[in-house]
């Protein structure tokens, strides 16, 4: 009988993720949601992710169970594929990029971890970075803090630029028309926001660019705009549009530079509150991370189709120079 008490109160004081992993022979399970395509190149993105939980006592296929789903670029998918993972009642649901309002929003049982995200803060996920309060919590990246650093990359690329355009999905949120302003002013720089839905607005999108008489375009880093990067980056050398892009795997296509955050970074820190999570830490009580690791860098194989020589300054402050 004092071993049956033993018993139930340990059941009782154990975490709810430790009574479900031990339903699935000591397995924990995380369920991943991504905004990219599936495949090898989304697994190779998101593969810090289980690297580092591996390093942390995680392993895939031992005493981990990750179950997956991509949304293919289309945000408005996010809130029924959040539901399949829910069904599989995992213990952590991980939300990578703007799809993790959908994801954050699908749950208040589940602890939810998001990554790659802009201004936790202001988009509702915590009440503040350090006590964040509620079931969510992650890592974000710089957002809005980078668009003036990418207009300065521009003024540096091209001196005489006076006219910028910000691309975006039409399906994200948009940026505030007083932020807008405010890059301008801080700027000196004309900004027409631009956004497309999906590859077949794209050529419409570009000539209300080629009206606007814009030169240059800052990139958004979205999953629909990765997805058809190359089109993108077509579309710019056609317009003689110099471009800055939201991270450096969206210019083996032909973008002219980047800087963001190192989202391999950003990952397998997240990685480690996901292993806290695991362990029976509370999400309201995990301080949100800022990603600190920010990188340039300049792809010469671009600026020579655009017919541009990129100042010797910008070379030397690059992490990385595409020859």
């Given at each position: 009988?004092?071993?049956?008490?033993?018993?139930?109160?340990?059941?009782?004081?154990?975490?709810?993720?430790?009574?479900?992993?031990?339903?699935?022979?000591?397995?924990?399970?995380?369920?991943?949601?991504?905004?990219?395509?599936?495949?090898?190149?989304?697994?190779?993105?998101?593969?810090?992710?289980?690297?580092?939980?591996?390093?942390?006592?995680?392993?895939?296929?031992?005493?981990?169970?990750?179950?997956?789903?991509?949304?293919?670029?289309?945000?408005?998918?996010?809130?029924?594929?959040?539901?399949?993972?829910?069904?599989?009642?995992?213990?952590?649901?991980?939300?990578?990029?703007?799809?993790?309002?959908?994801?954050?929003?699908?749950?208040?049982?589940?602890?939810?971890?998001?990554?790659?995200?802009?201004?936790?803060?202001?988009?509702?996920?915590?009440?503040?970075?350090?006590?964040?309060g509620g079931h969510?919590?992650?890592?974000?990246?710089?957002?809005?803090?980078?668009?003036?650093?990418?207009?300065?990359?521009?003024?540096?690329?091209?001196?005489?630029?006076?006219?910028?355009?910000?691309?975006?999905?039409?399906?994200?949120?948009?940026?505030?028309?007083?932020?807008?302003?405010?890059?301008?002013?801080?700027?000196?720089?004309?900004?027409?926001?631009?956004?497309?839905?999906?590859?077949?607005?794209?050529?419409?999108?570009?000539?209300?660019?080629?009206?606007?008489?814009?030169?240059?375009?800052?990139?958004?880093?979205?999953?629909?705009?990765?997805?058809?990067?190359?089109?993108?980056?077509?579309?710019?050398?056609?317009?003689?549009?110099?471009?800055?892009?939201?991270?450096?795997?969206?210019?083996?296509?032909?973008?002219?530079?980047?800087?963001?955050?190192?989202?391999?970074?950003?990952?397998?820190?997240?990685?480690?509150?996901?292993?806290?999570?695991?362990?029976?830490?509370?999400?309201?009580?995990?301080?949100?991370?800022?990603?600190?690791?920010?990188?340039?860098?300049?792809?010469?194989?671009?600026?020579?189709?655009l017919g541009i020589?990129?100042?010797?300054?910008?070379?030397?402050?690059?992490?990385?120079?595409?020859?």
């Amino acid at each position: 009988m004092q071993h049956r008490r033993i018993v139930l109160l340990a059941l009782l004081v154990m975490p709810a993720a430790a009574l479900r992993a031990a339903g699935r022979g000591g397995r924990a399970r995380i369920g991943i949601l991504s905004g990219l395509a599936a495949g090898p190149e989304a697994m190779r993105f998101l593969e810090p992710i289980t690297a580092r939980l591996a390093e942390l006592g995680f392993v895939e296929g031992r005493n981990l169970e990750v179950e997956y789903r991509f949304a293919e670029g289309k945000l408005e998918r996010a809130p029924a594929l959040a539901a399949e993972l829910l069904a599989r009642e995992p213990d952590v649901l991980v939300a990578v990029g703007p799809i993790a309002t959908s994801a954050a929003a699908a749950t208040k049982s589940v602890p939810v971890v998001v990554l790659l995200v802009n201004d936790p803060v202001a988009q509702g996920f915590a009440q503040s970075m350090a006590r964040p309060g509620g079931h969510v919590t992650g890592v974000g990246t710089w957002g809005l803090e980078l668009v003036a650093k990418r207009l300065q990359l521009l003024k540096e690329l091209a001196p005489g630029v006076k006219r910028v355009g910000l691309f975006d999905n039409a399906h994200s949120q948009p940026m505030p028309e007083v932020d807008r302003l405010d890059f301008e002013r801080r700027s000196g720089l004309a900004i027409v926001l631009v956004r497309a839905g999906g590859p077949d607005e794209f050529d419409a999108a570009f000539a209300t660019l080629a009206r606007e008489r814009v030169t240059g375009l800052i990139v958004s880093a979205d999953p629909m705009i990765y997805l058809n990067r190359a089109r993108i980056a077509q579309l710019c050398t056609q317009h003689k549009m110099l471009s800055v892009w939201g991270h450096r795997s969206y210019l083996d296509v032909g973008g002219l530079a980047s800087y963001q955050s190192d989202f391999a970074e950003a990952l397998r820190r997240g990685a480690a509150i996901i292993d806290k999570v695991l362990r029976g830490a509370k999400p309201a009580e995990i301080p949100f991370e800022q990603a600190t690791k920010l990188e340039l860098v300049v792809n010469l194989k671009a600026a020579k189709a655009l017919g541009i020589v990129v100042p010797a300054s910008l070379l030397m402050a690059a992490n990385e120079v595409i020859e």
